[in-house]
């Protein structure tokens, strides 16, 4: 069962469009929301996080937004650059249970020039 | 440059071969994770060790072991491998519980 779902699997967008990619948690204990970034024959890398004390967080053109409530959260990426083509996952993690995280299925971004 | 060193980066292996995957980071963090990635599912932690000496089973253990005998190196271990533990093995470390985690480049493993 996966605990944190993501959509969509692919998305394709025009340079300076906006890419969307959803996320969708079940656990409440869940309180560190990162987003990776990961190029083909790379590791992911850490491109922003949040905590569920605030409902969104800005860093450049990535932008998550966050909705305890629903148990949802989302990450903005406006102006879409070529250089953004890759692939994005959401995670999860208990912050007192050691930050082990647990990772949406990714979402395969491709910004056409 | 600082970071995390995965070898082989690449291993074609034959079913019930055994295989250790290494992992070294040189950034002295005390927590280290081991992940497995499939399309569509994304990426599975299979064991992790929030500190040398210790370690835990993650969300797919099956099959792996881990060690930690010191700070820097923590290798995987399939003692049999099967098919199905065709996979890209990544290898991530932290320096503690609130601090985001660093990955490697992984290891594209195939089990024949």
């Known amino acids: 069962q996966q605990q944190v779902k993501q959509s969509p699997q692919s998305l394709i967008v025009q340079k300076g469009g906006i890419s969307i990619i959803n996320c969708a948690y079940e656990n409440t204990a869940f309180d560190y929301f990162p987003w990776y970034q990961q190029f083909p024959g790379k590791g992911p890398a850490l491109l922003i996080a949040?905590?569920?004390?605030?409902s969104e967080k800005k860093e450049g053109r990535f932008t998550i937004s966050f909705n305890k409530s629903a148990k949802q959260f989302s990450l903005h990426i406006m102006d879409s650059q070529p250089g953004d083509s890759a692939t994005y996952f959401c995670a999860a993690s208990i912050e007192t249970s050691g930050s082990r995280l647990t990772f949406g299925e990714g979402t395969q971004l491709t910004v056409n020039p | 440059t600082a970071g995390i060193t995965q070898a082989p980066t690449s291993q074609i292996l034959a079913a019930g071969r055994s295989m250790t995957l290494r992992c070294t980071q040189d950034?002295?963090?005390?927590?280290m994770y081991w992940y497995r990635q499939d399309l569509g599912l994304g990426l599975r932690l299979i064991h992790y060790?929030?500190?040398?000496?210790?370690?835990g089973k993650g969300e797919v253990p099956d099959g792996y072991s881990v060690s930690r005998a010191n700070t820097d190196d923590f290798p995987l271990t399939l003692a049999s491998a099967v098919p199905s533990q065709t996979s890209v093995y990544f290898c991530?470390?932290?320096?503690?519980?609130?601090?985001?985690?660093?990955f490697g480049d992984g290891t594209r493993l195939s089990i024949l």
């Open positions: 060790s929030n500190t040398a000496g210790t370690t």
């Open positions: 949040i905590r569920p004390d605030v």
């Open positions: 950034m002295r963090h005390n927590a």
């Open positions: 991530a470390s932290s320096g503690s519980s609130n601090q985001p985690q660093h």
